[in-house]
Structure formats: C-alpha cells, structure tokens
C-alpha cells in the first residue's frame, strides 16, 4: 500500500505568516489528493482536491499545488481562525490512505 | 445538500460487534459516482480510512488492517449504509466517521470499547 507522509507534524507561525505543509506519497498517485482542515472539536472539511482545485467556499488564502509523489498546502497569509490540524488524503486507489496530519498554532 | 447521519451504541464491550448506521438525506445513496465512507479518529489521534462502497461501481473496498474484521453494507429502501466491526478492543474506541466522497460527512459518533 502507499504510504502517506506530512512534514512537518506541527508549526507555529505568526498571524499574516505564509505558511506551507508538505505531503509527500510513497508512489505516483498522479494528482488524486485533497487537503482536510479539522479545527478542534470539529468535522473535518474539504479544502483542496484534485491536489490544486479550491472546493466551493474555501478561502483563496489556501492553496495546494504538486503531482506525482510531492504535493504542498499553502496558506498564504495565517489568520486566528485557521488554527487547526491539516490533513492529505490520497484517492487514486483504495486504501484512501489519509497523512497524519499537521497541527497549525498562532505564535 | 447532502446531509448524513451516523448512529449506533455508544458503547460496546471487548470481543462483541461495533455496529453503526450512517443514514443519507437529501439525496439519494443509489445515484451519482460517488465512494460512500466510514472513517474513524481515535481520541487525540489521526483520521484512519476504514472503507467505502461505490454503488455505480458495486464495489466495496476495506482497510487491509480490518479487512478481516469489517463488513459495510448497504440498504438502499432505507439510504442507509452500514458498518460493523467484529471482535473489537479498546483500540477500536473511536469517533467514527461518514462520508460522501471527502465533501459531506456526518457529525460521527463517539464508540467506546470498554466492559
């Protein structure tokens, strides 16, 4: 099975930081990931699939880019309420194996 | 919209069945191309995909790790899937998770494995 990786596991940044996460995949999985955002407490929601398509309502603030194995998630400037843990999930086969996640703080 | 639903015992004792059901409004489980999922989050933890069925497809796809135990079914009468995991232990104490691709999820239930 392919394996998921997220670096790095936790950051703190300042508020109007850009701020990047990485996934990378153990294979080609060409561009068949999506990025999670789960806040505490909370469901986890859609941000990007299809490694770089915005889902309806989500922040132009956040972006994804990559293919293949190496995929980033950017946040382009860090607001209170994005303080939360990030998540990429690959979905070009099964398993729909997820990462294990980054936590996002404010400094 | 979509909206989902999952419901089931709270609390379930070592070595006995997790049953839980995710009932689907707003849509039917029938149509589209879309992976119906269960997915679960230990307390503290990460999200771990458990499995999905694909009805255009009549798929159904497991975790390697719980294949052996896992089973998830459909009832198309009722919009409603289900999953139910055998022998389970403390490890298995989750907040367990639907969802309709990665785009609609349900709000999840809190299953505890304890005597």
């Known amino acids: 099975d392919i394996q998921m990786t997220q670096s790095p596991s936790s950051l703190s940044a300042s508020v109007g930081d850009r701020v990047t996460i990485t996934c990378r995949a153990s294979?080609?999985?060409?561009?068949?990931l999506a990025w999670y955002q789960q806040k505490p407490g909370k469901v986890p929601k859609l941000l990007i699939y299809a490694a770089s398509t915005l889902y309806s309502g989500v922040p132009s603030r956040f972006s994804g880019s990559g293919s293949g194995t190496d995929f980033t998630l950017t946040i382009s400037s860090l607001q209170p309420e994005d303080v939360a843990t990030y998540y990429c999930?690959?979905?070009?086969?099964?398993?729909?194996?997820f990462g294990p996640g980054t936590k996002v703080d404010i400094k | 919209q979509v909206q989902l639903q999952e419901s089931g015992p709270g609390l379930v004792k070592p070595s006995q069945t997790l049953s839980l059901n995710c009932t689907v409004s707003?849509?039917?489980?029938?149509?589209?191309?879309?992976?119906w999922n269960w997915i679960r989050q230990p307390p503290g933890k990460g999200l771990e995909w458990i499995g999905c069925?694909?009805?255009?497809?009549?798929?159904?796809h497991y975790n390697p790790s719980l294949e052996s135990r896992l089973t998830i079914s459909v009832d198309t009468s009722k919009n409603q899937f289900s999953l139910e995991l055998s022998s389970v232990t403390a490890a298995d104490t989750a907040m367990y998770y639907c969802?309709?691709?990665?785009?609609?999820w349900g709000q999840g239930a809190l299953v505890t494995v304890s005597s």
């Open positions: 969802a309709r691709d990665g785009r609609d």
């Open positions: 069925f694909s009805y255009y497809t009549g798929n159904t």
């Open positions: 707003g849509g039917s489980i029938s149509s589209g191309y879309y992976h």
């Open positions: 999930q690959k979905y070009n086969s099964v398993p729909f194996t």
């Open positions: 294979q080609d999985i060409r561009n068949s």
